[in-house]
């Protein structure tokens, strides 16, 4: 099971961090990822991190969020910086058997957690 926690209410170029974490499983030998979805929008990937630490961003978050993995806590974090409110979405975060980084196929999910920010 995968909980993501850390979202909320944020003014434009503020900072967020938000965190995953798995109970249940470890996921240090996967990928995983950090998806987001806002009102109306198809759900987008935002970063995904292989199990040996190297990433894949979206354009539009590059230079302002950085995804990052604690193996030993088995733990995936995406720190948000600068940022903007079309960033406003619920995020999602995922992992996929496959060790990795993709912006598709993942297989487990956890419940969403809210960022909005405001203008």
Avoid: H
Avoid at 35 to 40: D, H, I, L
Avoid at 46 to 67: L, P
Avoid at 92 to 110: I, M, N, V
């Amino acid at each position: 099971q995968l909980q993501a926690y850390g979202g909320g209410l944020v003014q434009a170029g503020g900072s967020l961090r938000l965190s995953c974490a798995a109970s249940g499983r470890t996921f240090s030998s996967n990928a995983a990822g950090w998806f987001r979805q806002a009102p109306g929008k198809q759900r987008e990937l935002v970063a995904s991190i292989s199990s040996g630490g190297s990433t894949i961003y979206a354009e539009s978050v590059k230079g302002r969020f950085t995804i990052s993995r604690d193996n030993a806590k088995n733990t995936v974090d995406l720190q948000m910086n600068s940022l903007k409110p079309e960033d406003t979405a619920v995020y999602y975060c995922a992992t996929r058997k496959y060790a990795y980084a993709s912006r598709s196929q993942y297989d487990y999910w956890g419940q969403g957690t809210l960022v909005t920010v405001s203008s």
